[in-house]
């Protein structure tokens, strides 16, 4: 069977070299690159790179080179045809059967091409003659340079019905249904006087019949539409007439054009985008342009859609955080809700949207135009994580007054969660939305009741843990007066962590450095203490603190004696006689203390959630007992023994 370089080249498109490279081989990004050793030869230091932007990889060591398509063929000893069996179906597509009319649609989407071209330089022309003179003096009434028209290769369609027919029909090899085809013309069946298109009724003479093609375009300025090769597919126009019945109007779905998976300016962003590490998201494409004029070239833009997956997946491959800058309105809003949902279950380790969120009734363009592109630079300094976006959207003027609304959120969160695909990000989720409860309901919320138990219920078939022993933990509260961030609430969970070395370290230092309290109160108020007996000694030091302002650590200690706690004082005192931890002790400078708390605090932090971590690994490895998991578990165990030890 032989495959067209269409099918071949859309696979390619759609499948990014490092995602299958990185299942044999341990990659490490590097600017637009990543690295790691070599496959086909023997090596210590790397010399094999993967590059997504040119859809290749090359060992300098052995001159290995090749795409995606040859490396499975290589490290795996498939066949031609099965590797494209394999790659298609990870890419979603079907295997097509070819014909002598495949090859011939193929030789037409080549043609195509040529049509778009021509079509391309006579709209540029069009906006330099007279008849363009409305739309060049509108774009230079919106700022844009003789430069910028040039490298966006704008252009104008004449308020004629057979303009663009009557100009291309001149020219050798095109005809008019290659322009139908490409979208340029409209061709419409007779309508037997009905006055719609294709209904004329059988049997009259004119049933079915063609009349020539129109114009799709007329006096609009004309925006090309590349693919990622840089070959014009499709167009946007803009409307100069204000009693237009659509303002922008887009090419139809094409053998070359899907808008779906295309973005403006795509083809112009990807250098900029893979040596910035950031790409931009705008809405439009004057905002695009207008972007690219003020410095920013690694901007593209929808066509005229909602972000779909298929444009996240390929916003990906330009930069691990795509930037996403909406209009500051509420369908701005609305706009970067849709995507942050629609982004959940695409997520995977180390990709992610960022959103910026521009002042009310501003755009990109308007706002570079009215404050200049530092200001713009400012408000990408402050862009937002995906989560905040997710948080807002499912709580902001959200009640939860009452248990029934409260629980209500909850379920709401569930559901989100149960939305994210992969496991371990689910799972940083679900430790995240607990926290943001606590601060959020305070006390109606106990942070035990995992949300992910409740997502897990609707992805049964992805999940199937093993009950926890209720010996292994459980919840208290207290109250925390004062504690405003916390609604007067906080919780105490104590998990098996395993770090009751720094559990101990974390109380001598509040010890004998009582302030710690009053500066690191949240902290040490919230952290997860496995030792049932340290958590009730951490609760006893809340409580007198918050009853004695001004505790000292002298009155602290006597207090703890009175009631029943000399015993584990003992073994924390001798524990803290460790030269290491001399930062711990009474006489050690704040400075030096405050540096030592944040150490001890993350590293005990550190060691809960590398805990949490395996345990999801242990669920994952029960699931899918392969290579890359085990070796992840081992990983992990290495990693928390080497953090409990240090």
């Not at 099965?82 to 979603?92: I, K, N, Y």
């Not at 004309?222 to 499709?234: E, K, N």
């Not at 006390?443 to 926890?468: M, Q, T, V």
Request: proline content about 4%; overall charge positive.
């Amino acid at each position: 069977m032989g495959f067209t370089p269409d099918f071949l080249d859309e696979i390619r498109n759609r499948i990014m070299v490092s995602d299958v490279v990185a299942r044999r081989v341990r990659l490490v990004r590097k600017g637009h690159e990543h690295s790691g050793l070599c496959p086909f030869h023997s090596e210590k230091t790397a010399s094999f790179t993967v590059n997504d932007d040119k859809g290749f990889y090359h060992c300098f060591g052995c001159g290995a080179h090749g795409d995606v398509i040859k490396f499975i063929t290589e490290t795996e000893g498939l066949s031609f045809l099965e590797t494209v069996e394999r790659l298609a179906g990870q890419a979603g597509l079907e295997m097509p059967t070819y014909n002598p009319q495949d090859r011939q649609r193929s030789a037409q989407k080549k043609s195509l091409y040529d049509v778009m071209e021509a079509a391309c330089r006579y709209f540029e022309s069009g906006l330099a003659a007279q008849a363009g003179k409305t739309g060049l003096d509108y774009l230079t009434r919106r700022g844009l340079s003789h430069d910028t028209i040039k490298k966006f290769r704008l252009g104008y369609a004449p308020d004629n019905r057979s303009a663009i027919r009557d100009a291309l029909l001149s020219r050798d090899g095109i005809t008019e249904d290659m322009m139908v085809t490409a979208g340029l013309l409209i061709r419409l069946a007779d309508d037997g006087g009905t006055g719609k298109p294709g209904t004329a009724k059988p049997g009259t003479a004119k049933s079915g019949t063609a009349k020539p093609g129109y114009d799709r375009f007329r006096h609009r300025i004309m925006f090309p539409i590349t693919d990622r090769q840089g070959r014009v597919v499709a167009f946007g126009g803009r409307a100069l007439a204000t009693d237009a019945k659509a303002k922008y109007l887009n090419s139809p779905e094409t053998p070359l054009f899907h808008k779906g998976r295309l973005l403006y300016n795509l083809a112009g962003a990807r250098k900029a985008s893979y040596d910035k590490g950031r790409v931009l998201v705008v809405e439009g494409y004057m905002d695009v342009i207008a972007l690219v004029q003020a410095g920013f070239p690694n901007a593209v833009a929808p066509l005229g859609t909602a972000v779909t997956e298929d444009q996240i997946i390929e916003l990906w491959r330009l930069a691990p955080e795509p930037l996403m800058c909406f209009d500051g309105d509420r369908a701005g809003l609305q706009a970067a809700y849709r995507v942050a949902e629609k982004s959940l279950p695409l997520l995977k380790a180390g990709h992610s949207l960022r959103f910026v969120r521009l002042p009310d009734k501003e755009d990109p363009d308007s706002y570079i135009g009215g404050h200049g592109a530092q200001a713009f630079r400012n408000l990408l300094a402050k862009a937002r994580n995906l989560i905040d976006i997710i948080w807002d959207m499912k709580t902001v003027s959200v009640a939860a007054d009452t248990p029934e609304q409260q629980a209500g959120l909850e379920q709401s969160l569930a559901e989100t969660l149960s939305g994210i695909s992969n496991r371990t990000i689910r799972g940083y989720y679900d430790r995240e939305f607990q926290k943001r409860l606590v601060t959020l309901l305070g006390g109606a919320f106990i942070p035990d009741h995992s949300l992910e138990k409740s997502a897990r219920k609707k992805n049964h078939s992805d999940y199937s843990p093993k009950p926890y022993d209720k010996k292994d933990k459980f919840t208290r509260k207290i109250s925390l007066p004062g504690v405003k961030s916390l609604k007067n609430t906080a919780m105490f969970k104590v998990g098996n962590s395993g770090g009751i070395k720094w559990e101990k370290l974390l109380i001598l230092m509040v010890l004998n450095h009582p302030w710690l309290i009053r500066e690191h109160h949240e902290e040490f108020a919230t952290t997860h203490f496995d030792s049932a007996e340290l958590d009730k000694l951490r609760c006893e030091i809340i409580d007198v603190s918050l009853r004695e302002s001004d505790l000292d650590r002298k009155s602290l200690y006597s207090h703890l004696l009175k009631t029943g706690y000399g015993r584990a004082l003992k073994v924390i005192f001798e524990q803290g006689k460790s030269k290491l931890n001399r930062y711990a002790w009474p006489d050690a400078a704040r400075q030096d203390v405050e540096q030592g708390w944040f150490h001890a605090f993350n590293r005990y932090r550190r060691i809960y959630d590398l805990e949490k971590e395996l345990k999801a690994a242990e669920m994952d490895l029960t699931e899918d007992m392969t290579e890359d998991v085990f070796a992840r578990f081992l990983a992990l165990k290495a990693e928390l023994e080497n953090a409990k030890g240090q």
